[in-house]
């Protein structure tokens, strides 16, 4: 004898009040045109049978899901966490909610994320690409079907739809300048993945500040890495292995920061007295380090609520909303900590 429990439809609720499973359906969809009366023993029926409501099922009948899918690369990045909550804030007030896809930073993962939304009727979509992803047809196809797509920090501009970025080209130029302004000369750049914008922007920033005071660019400082931990720490052994030894170091994201920051320690190096380094992204464990890691803030609050706002002007606009794709780009702060200071102020 069997053990399983039949699952709770419309039609046993239908059944209880002897009413259709259509009227069962606009009662519990609130729909105007059914008596409060009926909505109220609708509900009450739906409680004691313990009816689970199935939004897909339901936004496959009303062309709705009030669901916008996100896509993040890494949810164990405190950047990417800080843009949800941002997100999630601006859908809350519009009556959303949000699903959440991690590509663990994995094409083919990110690929399957935007088919899962697809499938589940998913109104609009924010998305930050993945370290590997080159081929984008999968976005795309989100964008050829009409639904709203807004890109965040990790952007391409081929897609010809809207985004949010902070301007890495000025946080880099930043950073660097700051690093020469505390008299570093000989500054190393740890880079990142050169298919990816952003990484792309900060190298180009660093090699303009250089060039703006004076300072000759030298290929044996601008070592290329994965942008993560450990790849920070196979870098900067490049690096002390060279024929020039850094003052200072650029590194293109915190985590590359961490890595390097520990080889530098393995090594029996003072920092920032023999090398000065400075991150990007402003991750939560910067602040708690020894020495503190001074970082470039992506404002990632603000970042994920201008996202979403541009997402929900989409739904508003219908289809003209990709025919003018807009681009805001959010100026990014210098944060400067013990890191990069080699002589601090009295």
Do not use: W
């Not at 209880?16 to 105007?32: F, G, K, Y």
């Not at 201008?306 to 100026?331: N, W």
């Amino acid at each position: 004898m069997s053990d399983k429990i039949s699952k709770v439809t419309i039609m046993d609720i239908a059944r209880e009040l002897n009413i259709t499973a259509a009227t069962v359906s606009r009662a519990l969809n609130d729909h105007p045109g059914i008596k409060e009366s009926t909505k109220k023993a609708v509900r009450e029926t739906a409680v004691r049978l313990n009816y689970k409501h199935n939004r897909i099922a339901s936004s496959l009948r009303l062309g709705k899901s009030n669901i916008v899918g996100v896509i993040i690369p890494s949810a164990e990045i405190n950047f990417f966490g800080s843009v949800v909550h941002g997100i999630e804030k601006v859908a809350n007030e519009n009556n959303y909610t949000v699903l959440i896809y991690q590509s663990n930073e994995l094409y083919e993962y990110e690929k399957k994320g935007v088919q899962t939304f697809l499938q589940s009727q998913v109104d609009g979509v924010l998305a930050s690409i993945s370290k590997e992803t080159i081929n984008l047809d999968h976005y795309s196809e989100v964008r050829n079907r009409g639904i709203p797509l807004v890109l965040f920090d990790r952007t391409d501009d081929k897609l010809g739809v809207s985004s949010v970025v902070v301007d890495d080209f000025a946080g880099a130029y930043q950073a660097t300048s700051h690093l020469i302004e505390n008299g570093c000369r000989r500054i190393a750049h740890i880079a990142g993945q050169q298919h990816v914008n952003i990484f792309n922007l900060r190298l180009k920033g660093y090699i303009e500040a250089l060039n703006v005071h004076n300072i000759p660019v030298n290929d044996d400082l601008i070592v290329y890495g994965k942008v993560s931990i450990d790849s920070g720490r196979d870098c900067m052994r490049q690096l002390l292995t060279g024929g020039i030894l850094p003052d200072a170091v650029f590194a293109v994201e915190d985590f590359t920061a961490l890595g390097a920051i520990q080889t530098m320690k393995a090594a029996g190096l003072k920092i920032p007295g023999d090398i000065a380094i400075i991150g990007f992204a402003n991750e939560a464990f910067g602040e708690y380090i020894t020495p503190s890691l001074s970082t470039v803030n992506q404002q990632t609050v603000t970042m994920g609520e201008e996202a979403a706002r541009l997402l929900f002007d989409g739904l508003r606009s219908g289809e003209t909303f990709h025919a003018h794709p807009r681009k805001l780009v959010l100026k990014p702060q210098l944060i400067c900590r013990q890191s990069s200071v080699k002589f601090p102020g009295p």
